[in-house]
């Protein structure tokens, strides 16, 4: 089960075998880790809202730390969870406009 080198004939340890790994795979495997952490917060903050008949909900939880991964989660596709609204007047009501 163990790969052995050609050189040495002795197998070969983890970090030996992550070495080999190409940028490529690499890069494959760090979305699919994303993905699914993406999938698991999502799906904890969905059973929050969601009621499941055979399932009793607890008086109320707290969400905001699987909301918090979730967001940043995003955040490492590009993706913004944030209401953007762009307004022509100033954000700072203290400032005149001149």
């Known amino acids: 089960m163990e790969q052995i080198t050609e050189k040495e004939g002795k197998p070969k340890n983890f970090l030996e075998k992550v070495k ?10 760090g979305t699919f880790v994303r993905l699914g952490v993406v999938v698991w917060s999502g799906f904890i903050i969905t059973l929050n809202y969601v009621e499941l008949p055979m399932f009793k909900k607890s008086v109320g939880g707290d ?31 203290k400032k005149k406009e001149e």
């Not at 080999?20 to 495997?29: G, R, Y």
């Not at 905001?64 to 700072?92: E, H, R």
């Open 63 to 93: 969400i905001t730390f699987p909301a918090s991964i979730f967001t940043g989660a995003l955040a490492t596709f590009g993706l913004s969870t944030s209401n953007n609204k762009s307004n022509s007047k100033s954000s700072d009501p």
């Open 20 to 29: 080999e790994n190409t940028e490529d795979e690499l890069q494959i495997l």
